[in-house]
């Protein structure tokens, strides 16, 4: 018997936190960076990965993915056409977390249990973390019928495609509303909120509830990704600690 704990238990332990995105990093020195963010007490690193199809912009894919060598665990964002098909490359090339955008696939259910038979290529028995993201304009009540098969429910506070877009509002209602869903539901679901996440909103932020806030070109910004880390994260750990 492992006494490894499932990702969403060990989620767990150190939520709320922030899951730091990739994008704007300078990667030139990225080494030194993500010993700045670690030793920050950063958990999470966020790969923004966009074919140009689903969305504008054309980022990044696995090869980029498994070559970052990290103790961080890999929260791989798929903002791509037809995921199911790639799912077993994202997982093969390291991915930890893995979070689909629910416009994007034509079988969420389908895509979901199969993320659910696939095996985590780091720690196999650790599992892989399964995520549905949603855009801003996507209703709610679509991740309804697939709370049975997902851990993490991101909501987009942007639309898919930059970073250093600003925060869309309505994202506040949405967090209450999830929460409100997975209470009558009776599932404990991890809930993500990403996108336009800055040290001016953090504050704000941290009040509405969500377990994982991503963050990515307010912590790479050229210049200290450490410290921009930290601070996120103490705020994070008062305004939960102010909830108390
Ligand atoms: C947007 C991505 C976000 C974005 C976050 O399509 O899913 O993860 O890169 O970047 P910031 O924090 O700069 O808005
Ligand atoms: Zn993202």
Redesign the pocket.
Request: proline share 4%; glycine share 24%.
């Given at each position: 018997m492992s006494n490894i704990a499932p990702l969403n238990l060990h989620l767990r332990t150190f939520c709320p936190t922030i899951s730091v995105?990739v994008?704007?990093a300078d990667w030139m020195k990225l080494d030194v960076d993500l010993l700045q963010i670690e030793q920050a007490g950063v958990k999470l690193l966020?790969f923004?990965v966009m074919d140009g199809r689903f969305?504008p912009m054309l980022t990044l894919g696995p090869p980029l993915i498994k070559s970052i060598k990290t103790s961080l665990l890999k929260d791989v964002?798929l903002?791509i056409e037809d995921p199911l098909s790639q799912l077993e490359t994202f997982v093969s090339a390291g991915a930890d977390m893995i979070t689909v955008n629910v416009e994007s696939c034509r079988h969420p259910h389908r895509v979901l249990q199969a993320l659910g038979k696939m095996t985590n290529a780091n720690v196999p028995e650790r599992g892989l973390l399964r995520g549905i993201a949603l855009n801003p304009g996507t209703p709610l009540n679509v991740v309804e019928p697939l709370l049975d098969e997902t851990d993490m429910v991101f909501l987009?506070a942007?639309n898919?495609?930059?970073?250093?877009?600003s925060f869309v509002p309505d994202a506040a209602r949405r967090i209450a509303a999830l929460l409100e869903m997975s209470r009558q539901r009776k599932k404990d679901i991890l809930i993500g909120l990403?996108?336009?996440?800055t040290r001016k909103n953090i504050d704000e932020i941290a009040r509405m509830g969500a377990d994982v806030i991503?963050?990515?070109?307010?912590v790479f910004d050229g210049k200290a990704a450490g410290e921009n880390a930290a601070f996120m994260l103490k705020t994070i750990a008062e305004a939960r600690k102010s909830r108390l």
């Open positions: 995105g994008l704007t966020h923004d969305c964002h903002m987009l942007v898919p495609g930059w970073s250093g877009q990403d996108g336009g996440v991503v963050t990515g070109s307010a």
